[in-house]
């Protein structure tokens, strides 16, 4: 019993001396930490210059061209490939047979769906000849003329059905991607898909504009459109939608239709820019990076280099003009704004210039 006491007392012991060690070193710790934070409590920084110069209002922006049609074809009946008329990259135009499935069972509906219509109308011919003579009472004419009726819709549908194992393209376009070979099951439930297509003699491009930059834009305006692919090249693009509401980035999507050229040059996915050109000539104005401004230019607030020393300043901010944003007040020529290192800014705090 007393060797137990013993061991325990000796394990507490050396916890506690444990203990103590750690929160020494951890004192030690500290006190370094302190005295490198005091030798390195300037904060390093990047600066600019405020200046006032002439800026053009003409602006860029960039976005990904996508098709203004685009459609994987799925099957409406169930049934066997027999045959495939189209392969991945061939253009195809609306109507066009893709594929043909077997017909045999269809037919054979087909054939029975128009005998029973051929026989229901001449049921109806004789009981029509039979109550004018009176051989038939009008209720036994109306019951033929409701089998015919019933007939004839069996009839065309059959006919429909038998249209339905020729698989034609909905739109015009490029097949993209082909799912089935001959001997495929398709399904009509759930639907089996057969076919990508692609139109592209048409182009979507979608950007984003600034508040200031989405003022000079109208549905309809014509833009000018490049393709980093094509450098030497252009596109004609019109607007045909812009966003009445801004994103959370406070941008505005835009939408630009592009007439493709006869050999089809712009694909889908390719990096488009479009050109926009505000017709006025350079303007005279303050500016200063955009990347001065305290979280966002909304914010209105940078940091100014005074001395040494950062200080924060409430300004107002004017339009953005790609990477440069116009000063309405509250800077002057001169000045030093910090555009680099501000999340680690208080205001007050000390800084090194980094050149």
Do not use: H, W
């Not at 008329?85 to 253009?91: C, F, I």
């Not at 109507?95 to 045999?104: E, F, K, P, V």
């Not at 698989?167 to 898909?193: C, L």
């Not at 440069?324 to 509250?330: A, C, I, M, P, R």
């Amino acid at each position: 019993m007393k060797k137990y006491i013993t061991t325990g007392l000796v394990i507490i012991a050396s916890l506690a001396l444990i203990g103590f060690i750690l929160t020494k070193n951890k004192e030690a710790n500290e006190a370094k930490i302190a005295i490198v934070a005091e030798k390195n409590a300037a904060v390093s920084v990047k600066v600019a210059t405020v200046k006032t110069e002439a800026v053009s209002l003409d602006f860029s922006a960039n976005g990904l061209f996508e098709p203004i049609q685009e459609i994987t074809l799925t099957s409406e009946k169930t049934g066997k490939v027999v045959q495939i008329l189209a392969k991945e990259g061939d253009y195809v135009s609306k109507g066009q047979t893709l594929a043909i499935m077997r017909a045999d069972a269809i037919n054979v509906n087909a054939q029975a769906a128009e005998a029973a219509y051929q026989n229901a109308k001449a049921d109806y011919n004789r009981f029509e000849n039979a109550f004018r003579t009176g051989g038939v009472t009008k209720q036994q004419l109306d019951q033929a003329k409701v089998a015919l009726t019933n007939a004839e819709a069996n009839y065309k549908q059959a006919k429909i059905n038998i249209g339905d194992t020729r698989i034609k393209a909905p739109i015009n376009g490029f097949i993209n991607k082909k799912y089935i070979e001959p001997g495929t099951i398709i399904m009509a439930m759930p639907a089996t898909s057969l076919f990508d297509i692609v139109n592209v003699s048409k182009l979507k491009l979608t950007i984003t504009v600034n508040e200031a930059q989405v003022a000079q834009l109208k549905v309809g305006n014509s833009v000018t459109v490049k393709s980093s692919v094509y450098p030497d090249k252009e596109f004609s693009g019109k607007i045909t939608f812009i966003a009445s509401k801004a994103d959370t980035s406070l941008n505005f999507a835009v939408d630009i239709e592009i007439a493709n050229n006869p050999n089809n040059d712009l694909k889908a996915g390719m990096y488009g820019t479009a050109v926009f050109q505000s017709g006025q000539q350079k303007q005279t104005m303050t500016v200063i990076p955009r990347t001065a401004f305290v979280g966002s230019v909304s914010s209105n607030q940078v940091f100014v280099a005074e001395n040494g020393i950062a200080k924060l300043k409430t300004i107002t901010a004017g339009r953005i003009l790609g990477d440069q944003v116009e000063v309405l007040d509250g800077l002057s020529d001169g000045e030093t704004v910090i555009t680099t290192g501000q999340i680690n800014l208080q205001d007050g705090n000390s800084i090194e210039i980094i050149k």
